[in-house]
């Protein structure tokens, strides 16, 4: 909590920093004295607006760098923070998420404060809840326990005491949590709190209570607090809660020198106490605020960004009158295209296939995502690419650097580090390293647990050729440092895989194609959404997904979930106003040896040549009356062996084959792996985990 040395600049410093800003970045870039809000659309640059007006600040003389405090919401942001004002030549500006900022601030005041050690921080709820609901017993499954995490998890940054909870959360609409009723949730709260006591630990929400307590409670604690930090950048402000709004007040001591950045558009953690009317109502709580808005977008082509606004031109409320209206201004790409599927595994193999068309033209996968509402849908997306020979990373998977492989390099890294040359080329010096530990110039052919090894290994190479490149003369021992300061801010690198990823976990991420699935009624907006508000947080989600493309918007869904089900679902209502009024039907690919249907016709049976009816077997493509052109009892054997195989890996059974596929493998009756490998369905990766026990059951 000590002051460091600056670096003396020059004014041709700041002016350079400058240089490159549109006429609104550049006003929030030269508007140093507080209090500013800045209105910041998708894709406007609010980023680079904010990190240019503390690099600004910093180099004319108005800012000492450790005394400015960025905060935010994720590690991955306020890594991207330090990267690019390390890159405007400004260091040592505190980056942060509120969590991290305040734990650095409790664990430098607790001993003075409180005195001792500070107890022990635990990252998950989830056994603290349990213990709570056995001592009260209540009986408690991994679902419940998750739901009632949440909830106490609402009650603190909401600052709800257990006393209120009854009111407070009736007032609210929180239902019944975990299926209890708010009585007895109360009571789970207050006694979630005495098994933290009991084993002398806190939780995530509490280091931000416990910060907010001491501040509160101990005036020079608090003086040595706002002496240290004089300007405050609070980015994402559409998503602080009242316990971040209450902490952040105590940072400034009633002082002006804030600058808040968001979208209202962009509230989609409501659930997790995240609310917009703090920047909606900054103006008026800052009186003379200097207000900016951002509406240039230089993220999407046109046609990505009139789509978002058409979606959000429907919404209502509130957030209607806070919308801002996006202008684009990159050149004009392809229109946005509509489909529908006639089940979520064709539509699945139907992405996928897409997908797998666009990188064989020269597209890279890590450009590429696909998103959906909830993570049970990543199921049949992650099946049908690994058919398709598609690479993926799934967000939310394995930490990049948790994974075994990363830790290796990381080691072997700083071993040549010791002893590396200087002049040396450091991408050169990388793959030379990594080659010891699986990296090779080309990715491998197998899919699976090799393909992700190198795909890790990968991303390290292309980071150190980044790295070479903006620093000429890095060394292996400054990609060693940069390796370790992202892995303290969860701040991985783009691993080249299609990426698969809920709209809630790619906030703030973009790439130049993006596939939106599931887009109907009942996953979007989700079932449980029935009031207004949630429905238009559901709204808020889509226009989230829509503003993630660059370049290309491919939104879809499917009329039924299993294949052979009655199509009784519809697209979503979000869409009414914005695709053609008969989107084109997606059809799931033909198995080997059928013949190929096109268009939106009808299915002709596959043996007779007859058009099809609904009134028939449509799964398997032939007419009750029409001998079957494979071997029945094959075919049932088949299915024995997949029902054992899908019920053993707890997956729904046409994750392991759908019908259309064993129904081709008991046709043509394959010998070996390569003639299994040619039947539509079996990819890469089936033909790596099933092949052999399909020849198994096939020899017998």
Not at 14 to 35: I, K, S, W, Y
Not at 549 to 558: N, P, T
Request: aromatic letters at 6%; charged letters at 25%.
């Amino acid at each position: 909590m000590t002051d460091l040395m600056t670096t003396p600049t020059t004014r041709q410093d700041a002016d350079g920093v400058l240089a490159g800003l549109d006429p609104e970045q550049r006003q929030v870039a030269t508007t140093l004295d507080g209090p500013v809000c800045v209105l910041a659309g998708a894709g406007t640059g609010k980023t680079r607006a904010i990190t240019h007006r503390i690099a600004y600040g910093v180099h004319s003389g108005a800012y000492v760098p450790n005394r400015v405090l960025a905060v935010t919401f994720t590690a991955r942001a306020a890594g991207e923070m330090r990267t690019r004002l390390r890159d405007l030549g400004v260091a040592g500006v505190q980056a942060r998420t509120f969590h991290a900022a305040a734990l650095r601030q409790l664990q430098f005041f607790w001993p003075q404060s409180i005195g001792g050690t500070l107890p022990n921080l635990v990252e998950h709820k989830a056994s603290l809840v349990a213990d709570a609901c056995h001592r009260l017993r209540i009986q408690a499954d991994r679902t419940r326990v998750r739901d009632l995490s949440a909830e106490v998890e609402w009650t603190k940054v909401m600052l709800v005491d257990p006393d209120d909870y009854v009111r407070v959360a009736a007032a609210a609409g929180r239902g019944e949590p975990g299926g209890l009723d708010l009585a007895t949730v109360a009571r789970l709260v207050r006694t979630y709190e005495d098994v933290k006591t009991d084993r002398a630990v806190i939780d995530f929400e509490d280091v931000l209570l416990l910060t907010a307590g001491i501040l509160d409670e101990r005036p020079d604690v608090a003086a040595t607090v706002r002496e240290q930090y004089r300007h405050f950048v609070v980015d994402e402000y559409q998503d602080v809660s009242p316990l971040q709004q209450r902490l952040l007040d105590l940072w400034l001591g009633g002082r002006q020198d804030l600058c808040v950045v968001g979208d209202a558009s962009q509230t989609i953690y409501s659930f997790a106490g995240a609310t917009p009317e703090h920047l909606l109502d900054f103006p008026r709580r800052h009186p003379g605020a200097t207000v900016v808005r951002l509406v240039r977008d230089y993220r999407s082509t046109p046609e990505v960004v009139q789509l978002a606004n058409s979606v959000l031109s429907q919404a209502t409320g509130l957030h209607a009158r806070a919308r801002l209206e996006l202008i684009a201004q990159r050149p004009s790409g392809p229109p946005p295209s509509f489909t529908a599927y006639d089940d979520d595994v064709a539509e699945a193999s139907g992405v996928a296939a897409r997908i797998a068309a666009e990188i064989r033209a020269g597209r890279s996968a890590k450009d590429i995502a696909v998103l959906f509402r909830t993570n049970g849908q990543s199921q049949a997306l992650e099946s049908a690419l690994a058919d398709a020979g598609v690479g993926y990373v799934v967000r939310g998977g394995e930490r990049f650097f948790s994974r075994k492989e990363v830790r290796d390099a990381l080691v072997l890294l700083r071993g040549a580090a010791r002893s590396a040359l200087p002049g040396h080329d450091l991408g050169e010096e990388t793959r030379a390293v990594l080659g010891s530990v699986g990296w090779a110039p080309t990715a491998p052919t197998a899919a699976g647990a090799t393909r992700e090894k190198w795909e890790s290994l990968q991303a390290l190479v292309v980071l150190a050729d980044e790295l070479a490149q903006k620093r000429p003369g890095a060394t292996v021992s400054d990609l060693v440092d940069e390796l370790v300061e992202r892995s303290q801010a969860q701040h991985a690198p783009t691993v080249d895989g299609v990426t698969l990823a809920s709209f809630h976990a790619a906030k703030g991420l973009e790439w130049d194609l993006v596939h939106l699935v599931g887009v109907s009624e009942g996953l979007l907006p989700i079932s449980f959404a029935e009031t207004p508000e949630d429905v238009e947080e559901e709204r808020r989600l889509l226009y989230v997904g829509v503003t993630r493309a660059r370049e290309g918007i491919h939104l879809s869904w499917a009329n039924s979930r299993t294949p052979g089900g009655r199509a009784t679902r519809k697209p979503s209502r979000f869409l009414d106003a914005v695709r053609p009024q008969a989107a084109p039907a997606g059809r799931r690919p033909a198995a080997a040896g059928a013949s190929k249907q096109r268009g939106t016709g009808p299915m002709t049976c596959r043996v007779c040549g007859g058009a099809l009816s609904v009134a028939v077997d449509r799964k398997l493509r032939r007419h009750a009356d029409c001998p079957a052109s494979y071997d029945e009892a094959v075919f049932e054997k088949l299915r024995e062996w997949r029902s054992a195989t899908a019920k053993a890996a707890e997956v729904p059974a046409y994750v392991v084959f759908t019908d259309a596929t064993l129904m081709a493998i008991a046709e043509a009756v394959p010998t070996s792996t390569a003639d299994l490998s040619r039947i539509g369905g079996v990819g890469p990766a089936k033909l790596e985990k099933y092949g052999d026990e399909v020849l198994e059951v096939l020899g017998s």
